[in-house]
């Protein structure tokens, strides 16, 4: 099988290549290794500028030495290292291996400038891009055939033999685009929905027990959560006790058959629509401060206030809504339903699961009640679907209370409008946020906070993210100011997924064939400015990639661009310098192969086996 690889047809000659290796340190041996050699391959590698040099220095002279005749072909190694992160290269080779530095990389004009000082040919290899490997054994042959061809003319099938053939340039492989890394959320927050509840700041409502206890909750959390707690937030009219109609959603989004029918306790519905449907009051806080009897409208509950209280994080009186309790409700249990409300889990493990169950029957919590069901009768499994529901539910609904601006307890001014907000659920999903509303500054008390520097639909953009989790980009935003709010309000995670968006616009725009040139060099500095370093190295990837046509359009710009974005340019751009000098030499050389050709030709066309000239 080797013997028969060894097989190969040069320009219609039929050839047997075998190859013989030198034995390195062997110096009394190694002459044996030139005996009778057609041709002499030297090679040296492009990663070690010593190989070259003992290219002149030893191996040159000791072949010249041993085979004077022997033609020799100069072959430069490891072509695929000019292109290669050396990083990688050199974290990938032995432990005690020197480190290949990026100066140790020789250009092609070096191989070229010793291979005409030696009078040789020059090619070229790479074993992991597979270039230049048949370029090399087929020259060789080719510079043996023809030596051979001085000493045996006569032999016909020589004839046609050419001499070793320019070597084409090669072009490195395009580098591919940075892909944009969206970091996972968070698995735990220092301020996440359960550390609020557990230090209600911003509380805006407090629950009176008996017994003198309280209980401080958000209105938002519990109005997006509860369809009952919407209802009593959002009531107006006389205070008595008169049965208002419900104008809630629904418990479970469409499974609450499906639910229900798999628990053996019978439990209760809500009827409820999938909606939050406009009712008489819009959730702000009344100035009025009588006390409404709720004692016939929902059970569970006795009266509902409108006082100052003092605040319980920061200690300063803030008005609040009281809401007196029934007797029946212990706070235990009734915290385990209010934090249920907040994260929708339920600790499965507690003692008091049936006053849980008893206290969520009374306040129409039907999910809780069916969890604790479900536990009761050992099938907690299907309460992963009840969460799961609970919370694509409660993002709908704190998604129209950002749109209508239900339950909100401050409003943004930002350059072209107001945004109304949600202090809660701000400081749930945003440490700056929590930071600023938490006591420490003047904007904790204050029901209107500047925000200069940025639009509404930046900033709905951002509170739609802190709300759901979720980014949906709309037509009217801007990409860029809404990295510059990202990163003033330090989201990571939002400011990822912006870049992600912006390079889907400019790539977008890129294959319906618009210039993206200009915005991509405004993109540039601005995501260096304001830290969006992943869309910044997209930026420096898609300028190295296209450097000639985007230099050929704004050569001022990149001109004036910073010292270490142009040596970032001189080092990546593609294709490289090295390669378009080298390209340059090709064609040229070609055009002079060419010409001598010709020439040749012409003077074979005018040579006659006569010994007269025609008239």
């Known amino acids: 099988q080797v013997l028969e690889r060894s097989r190969d047809v040069v320009d219609e000659v039929s050839v047997s290549l075998r190859l013989w290796d030198t034995f390195g340190d062997h110096h009394k041996d190694r002459r044996f290794a030139y005996g009778r050699s057609d041709v002499v391959v030297l090679c040296f590698s492009l990663a070690n500028p010593n190989s070259l040099r003992h290219v002149k220095t030893m191996w040159y002279p000791e072949i010249k030495h041993f085979c004077p005749r022997t033609p020799i072909v100069l ?106 890394q969206v970091p996972d959320p968070p698995a735990s927050r220092s301020w996440g929905p359960a550390a609020l509840f557990c230090t209600p700041l911003c509380a805006d409502v407090v629950f009176q027990l008996q017994g003198g206890q309280r209980v401080f909750a958000h209105r938002v959390y519990l109005a997006t959560s509860c369809s009952k707690f919407y209802d009593l937030f959002t009531l107006e009219g006389p205070r008595g006790g008169s049965k208002e109609p419900a104008a809630r959603t629904k418990s479970l989004d469409g499974e609450r058959g499906v639910l229900a029918e798999g628990a053996h306790t019978p439990l209760r519905t809500s009827q409820s ?67 249920y409300l907040y994260t929708g889990r339920l600790d499965q493990a507690r003692n008091d699961l ?49 749109g209508k601006g239900v339950f909100a307890d401050v409003v943004f001014r930002v350059d072209d409008g107001a945004v109304p907000a949600h202090k809660p659920l701000l400081i749930a999903g945003c440490d700056w946020m929590m930071a600023m509303f938490r006591g420490a500054f003047r904007e904790s008390y204050a029901a209107e906070v500047s925000l200069p520097g940025t639009n509404c639909a930046c900033l709905r953009a951002v509170l739609d993210f802190l709300y759901t989790g979720v980014f949906t980009p709309t037509p009217d935003l801007d990409a860029m100011e809404l990295l510059i709010l990202t990163n003033r309000l330090c989201l990571p995670r939002l400011q990822a997924l912006t870049e992600q968006y912006a390079v889907d616009e400019l790539l977008r725009a890129f294959m319906q064939r618009v210039e993206i ?42 001109k004036f661009m910073s010292p270490e974005n142009q040596a970032h340019f001189e080092r990546h751009r593609w294709p490289p310098v090295w390669y378009l000098k ?26 006659k086996w006569c010994f007269w000239r025609p008239s």
């Not at 250009?107 to 010793?114: A, I, L």
């Not at 040919?121 to 023809?146: C, H, M, W």
């Not at 008489?280 to 059970?299: C, K």
Request: charged fraction near 30%; charge should be positive.
């Open 75 to 180: 072959v430069g190694c490891q072509l695929d290292l000019r292109y290669a992160d050396l990083e990688a290269v050199n974290r990938a080779r032995r432990p005690l291996a020197k480190p290949i530095k990026p100066t140790d990389i020789l250009p092609p004009e070096r191989g070229h400038e010793v291979a005409k000082e030696l009078g040789v040919p020059y090619y070229e290899t790479s074993v992991v891009a597979q270039f230049g490997i048949k370029d090399v054994f087929d020259n060789a042959i080719r510079a043996a055939l023809i030596s051979r061809r001085h000493l045996q003319f006569w032999k016909s099938h020589l004839k046609k033999m050419q001499r070793p053939l320019l070597q084409a340039p090669f072009l490195p492989p395009k580098p591919p685009p940075p892909v944009i």
């Open 273 to 339: 629509d999938d909606t939050l449907r406009p009712v008489a009051g819009d959730g702000t806080v009344p100035s009025g401060g009588g006390s409404r009897d709720l004692s016939a409208w929902g059970r569970g509950f006795v009266s509902m206030r409108w006082e100052l209280v003092a605040d319980p994080v920061a200690g300063r009186e803030k008005r609040m809504a009281v809401v007196c309790m029934d007797q029946r409700v212990q706070a235990e249990p009734f915290r385990a339903v209010l934090e």
């Open 354 to 402: 049936m006053q849980v169950a008893t206290i969520a029957e009374l306040l129409e919590v039907f999910d809780l009640r069916m969890m604790v069901a479900n536990v009761l009768n050992k099938e907690s499994f299907m309460n992963q679907e009840i969460t799961k529901a609970f919370h694509v539910r409660r993002a709908n609904r704190i998604k129209e209370c950002l």
């Open 517 to 558: 040139d200009e915005q991509v060099i405004i993109y540039l500095e601005m995501t260096q400015f304001h830290n969006a370093r992943q869309l910044a190295a997209w930026c420096l990837h898609y300028i190295c990639t296209n450097y000639n046509s985007v230099c050929r359009r704004f050569p001022r710009e990149m």
């Open 582 to 607: 080298e390209e340059d030499l090709y064609l040229r050389s070609k055009k002079e192969r060419e010409r001598e050709e010709q020439l040749q030709r012409k003077q074979h066309t005018r040579s």
